[in-house]
């Protein structure tokens, strides 16, 4: 058992990493990861006024994993027609500039979840399941309810965490700095840890989002979703908030839950947003009958 | 009847809770703050108990405290503009039933009070045996999940259920387009007209079908948007657009909007039977074996199509009734009632081909059957000994016994 001084330790600790972190982002001296790069001149590209689609499906081409994303988020059965496309031309035109953003934001967001680092690849990989799932289940309830943009809904709740893979990959570094200097083993305690992580992760993430340029209203999803808006009830934030809950009732988290304090963000979410419990069991079952999909 | 206490500082939602509550029936209550709350629940016994956060001289979690720790267990539901998370949990550990958010709309207060006061009659009838309170009620289940193979509703859910299982949810703001589906469909199938798209909706949630089926031009609508919810609602169903026969685009049009196909109107009977085949009649499966029972699978076809039908049985039961003998059986029980009744003479012919089937290859038949068709049975020699049974229940009886 950690005697009460251990515990002042870790959390002076906590609070020293944390005031680290913080002052990077705001002074802008944080090292963050790049959007891919053909995903990036995309996206520039959509954001102005004449743009042509050959001109966006040949540098797609170039990168082969983003043009197979690219199909398969065109086949996929929201989209489905007749005939399936193979050629990223099609694809693209199937797709719309809207859609495309999102595929490319999501394929770029999957990257920040694949850790290298043996000691956090799991989690890692459990929080990009948390993450599509809370997407998935935020954009089908701002579907049933009425908000507008639901695709807003969904990029919100896919990078509502995308800060905590990046504060962990720092921490290990960090780590391992001063362990081979020291010939240390590891030196973070797992609580000071999830504490840094848990503390400083919104922030983190804002900081990517900005830096991707990615859309206000998404921006401002991942900023809102910390505390419910009383004031703007059918919100993406709100929705993402109260997506992040059920995800984690319904087990697809890494990480402990507070049983109560999970309850009740729902209870308030279902009270705020306008869900009964039969369009919120529908959303459930969708969620369900796509789990096998979460983690591609 | 069932009596609420609505505790709050403001005498225009007590008003409000009052009127609504009453309409459902209930006798309700008034207290302005938590200690006048805390002496009505002492002299007097209630179901409910609708409670503030915030008011004067003794706040909502300070009475919801007090009631607790004098060991009352009157279900409360909190009635408040207070979102904070935080408060919101300390209150679920006290025990709340659940949470309606100022402002509300009178659908959310009744539909929350009608549930908590339903788990109220639960928990005192438990009580009052003298048995355990029963869990909180689980959240509820997902649709059901259509069966891999289709074999169509059973005899008894083939109409409206109380379950709330129906096969067709048809919404177009023309009455007459109800009326003719309603003629054309066969009436095995249940169905649900609705004439806009806010009732649609409505019954989406609280229904499970197997086909929605919408009209494309629906007034004030944006129908793309509310196919997305559609599908949310049912992810299940198939949905197909209603549009005028037209352009050769038109499925496609349909797809792109977000539909599955497209229904043309005017409606022809080539098209809804195609319509039926496709999804209700169980393409693939029209006999079910399980163990050493052949199970007929329901026909939802109209009476024209019932000799192809029985022609798709007769291919069927040739490979049934080998795996029977495969799996070494000697008795076995071929459960008929939903064999089509049309001509009752053609269904005997059936099933005397069944009989002379298994009998070759030694396997006694019993059979589950209308009266109707063990009436016509007497008439043929190879079935006027048949055993015959009114359900599957009493055949399988008879073979344990």
Aim: proline share 4%; hydrophobic share 45%; charged share 25%.
């Amino acid at each position: 058992m950690q005697s009460p001084a251990a515990g002042g330790v870790d959390e002076r600790l906590a609070q020293q990493i944390e005031r680290i972190i913080v002052t990077r982002v705001e002074n802008d001296t944080l090292t963050l990861p790049a959007m891919p790069a053909v995903a990036a001149k995309v996206l520039t590209l959509l954001h102005s006024s004449d743009f042509s689609m050959r001109e966006i499906a040949a540098l797609i081409e170039t990168d082969p994993m983003v043009a197979a994303q690219v199909i398969k988020s065109a086949n996929s059965a929201a989209l489905a027609t007749r005939e399936p496309t193979r050629n990223i031309g099609q694809a693209v035109a199937r797709l719309g500039a809207q859609k495309l953003r999102g595929v490319l934001i999501e394929v770029s967001s999957r990257r920040l979840f694949e850790s290298r680092d043996k000691r956090i690849l799991d989690a890692a990989r459990r929080l990009w399941e948390h993450s599509r799932a809370v997407a998935v289940l935020a954009q089908d309830v701002s579907v049933v309810v009425g908000i507008e943009e639901p695709e807003v809904a969904y990029l919100g709740g896919l990078l509502h965490d995308v800060g905590k893979p990046i504060v962990a990959t720092m921490l290990l570094e960090a780590e391992s700095q001063i362990a081979q200097r020291a010939a240390l083993g590891g030196w973070i305690d797992s609580e000071v840890w999830t504490s840094v992580v848990q503390r400083t992760h919104r922030r983190v993430g804002l900081v990517v989002a900005r830096k991707w340029q990615l859309p206000d209203d998404v921006v401002a999803a991942i900023e809102q979703c910390d505390e419910y808006d009383a004031g703007s009830r059918r919100s993406c934030g709100n929705a993402v908030r109260f997506a992040n809950a059920i995800a984690k009732r319904e087990g697809f988290y890494v990480g402990s839950v507070q049983a109560e304090d999970n309850d009740a963000l729902i209870m308030l979410g279902k009270s705020l947003l306008g869900v009964t419990d039969e369009v919120l069991g529908r959303v459930i079952a969708g969620l369900r009958s796509r789990a096998k999909d979460l983690m591609s | 009847m069932q009596r609420v206490l609505t505790v709050d500082d403001s005498r225009a939602i007590r008003l409000i809770v009052t009127k609504n509550l009453t309409e459902l029936g209930c006798e309700v209550d008034e207290a302005e703050d938590g200690n006048e709350g805390l002496a009505k629940l002492k002299s007097g016994k209630y179901d409910l108990v609708l409670l503030d956060v915030t008011m004067p001289n003794l706040d909502g979690p300070s009475m919801l405290t007090r009631m607790r720790e004098r060991g009352d267990s009157t279900p409360v539901l909190m009635l408040t503009s207070e979102s904070k998370t935080s408060i919101v949990a300390a209150l679920i550990r006290l025990g709340i039933e659940d949470y309606v958010l100022k402002p509300f709309k009178p659908e959310e207060l009744r539909a929350k009070v009608t549930k908590a006061l339903k788990l109220a009659t639960v928990t005192q009838a438990v009580a009052a045996a003298g048995a355990p309170e029963p869990a909180p009620a689980p959240a509820p289940s997902p649709p059901p999940q259509p069966a891999a193979t289709n074999n169509g509703p059973s005899k008894e859910g083939a109409t409206v259920s109380a379950k709330g299982k129906v096969d067709v949810l048809v919404i177009d703001d023309m009455e007459n387009v109800h009326k003719k589906l309603k003629s054309i469909l066969p009436s095995s199938l249940g169905v649900d007209g609705c004439l806009n798209a806010g009732e649609g909706l409505a019954l989406a949630r609280v229904r499970s079908y197997r086909m929605v089926l919408v009209d494309s031009e629906i007034p004030d609508v944006n129908v793309a948007t509310y196919i997305k919810q559609m599908r949310i609602l049912q992810p299940n169903a198939t949905c197909l657009g209603m549009a005028l026969r037209g352009a050769p685009t038109l499925s496609q049009e349909m797809r792109e909007l977000g539909f599955d196909d497209v229904l043309t109107k005017p409606f022809t009977p080539e098209v809804i039977d195609s319509l039926i085949e496709q999804h209700f009649a169980g393409a693939d499966e029209s006999i079910v074996r399980e163990d050493n029972v052949l199970r007929i699978c329901a026909f939802h076809g109209r009476e024209d199509r019932a000799e192809r039908h029985y022609a798709k049985l007769s291919r069927a039961l040739k490979d049934a009734i080998e795996a029977l003998g495969e799996a070494c059986y000697d008795e076995a029980i071929l459960d008929a009632v939903l064999l089509p009744t049309f001509n009752v003479v053609r269904a005997s012919q059936f099933i005397a081909e069944a009989v002379a089937m298994s009998g070759k290859i030694g396997v006694a038949l019993r059979l589950v059957a209308s009266p109707e068709v063990e009436k016509a049975l007497r008439g043929f020699e190879e079935t006027k000994g048949l055993r015959c049974f009114g359900t599957l229940a009493q055949a399988r009886a008879m073979l344990a016994a």
